[in-house]
């Protein structure tokens, strides 16, 4: 399968100070990647589509300037969490998206990147 | 109404029980469908996609409702190893919208 890694895994930072949290494509090029959230005992919600070579496509209520989008590579894409305060501390999950024979293209998941904000 | 609604948890079982999760989505627009599994503090993993005919993997049975909107994920002869929250999704638009998730906990 697919491999798709994050960095860091785990962040304690300042509030204030800004995050940037990386999602690679090892082993596939994807055009687009997602940005997801996950709040305890919540479900994933999808903060932005990150199309290599454009800008991102935020979900609504996702404010651009606060979680800036990268994707300056077929491999890589960057999440920027600026100014962060403890209401940010979540889990950030980003994909990876291969395209392939069916109409589907499937989405491949990183180990996700922990964040907590004192 | 929530795009993707499942049953409530936690589901308590003991090993080898069978057990049903079921799971309404509201947008009739919706084209695929698919069970992830996410165990505590990591991220999801494909469990399985979900067919209008229905389909079998080992253990796991998905089936697919499109008039009442309506998916179902069984799991036969359940494993300790079973235990894992259950996330139904749909893809609208290449967007995956998932569920709140159901915790399944199997007890020996």
């Known amino acids: 399968g697919a491999v798709v890694s994050q960095h860091p895994s785990r962040v304690i930072c300042k509030s204030g100070t800004s995050v940037k949290i990386e999602c690679r494509s090892l082993?596939?090029?994807?055009?687009?990647m997602f940005w997801y959230r996950q709040f305890p005992k919540q479900s994933l919600m999808l903060m932005a589509t990150s199309n290599e070579g454009s800008k991102a496509t935020y979900e609504q209520g996702v404010e651009k300037d606060k979680f800036l989008i990268n994707h300056a590579s077929l491999t890589l894409s960057t999440l920027t969490v600026t100014s962060a305060h403890p209401e940010d501390s979540s889990f950030y999950i980003c994909s990876a998206e291969r395209t392939g024979l069916s109409s589907y293209n499937e989405q491949f998941f990183g180990p996700g990147t922990r964040l907590t904000v004192l | 109404r929530k795009e993707v609604e499942q049953d409530p948890g936690p589901f308590n079982v003991p090993e080898g029980a069978t057990v049903a999760f079921n799971c309404t989505y509201s947008n009739s627009a919706s084209q695929s469908f698919f069970w992830y599994r996410q165990d505590c503090r990591k991220e999801p993993k494909l469990l399985m996609s979900?067919?209008?005919s229905g389909n079998e993997d080992g253990r796991f049975t998905a089936q697919l409702n499109r008039a009442s909107q309506y998916i179902s994920l069984l799991i036969r002869d359940s494993k300790l190893s079973d235990s894992a929250t259950y996330l139904c999704v749909h893809n609208q638009g290449g967007k995956l919208i998932f569920g709140q998730g159901t915790e399944l906990s199997v007890k020996p």
């Open positions: 082993d596939f090029q994807a055009t687009t």
């Open positions: 979900v067919y209008s």
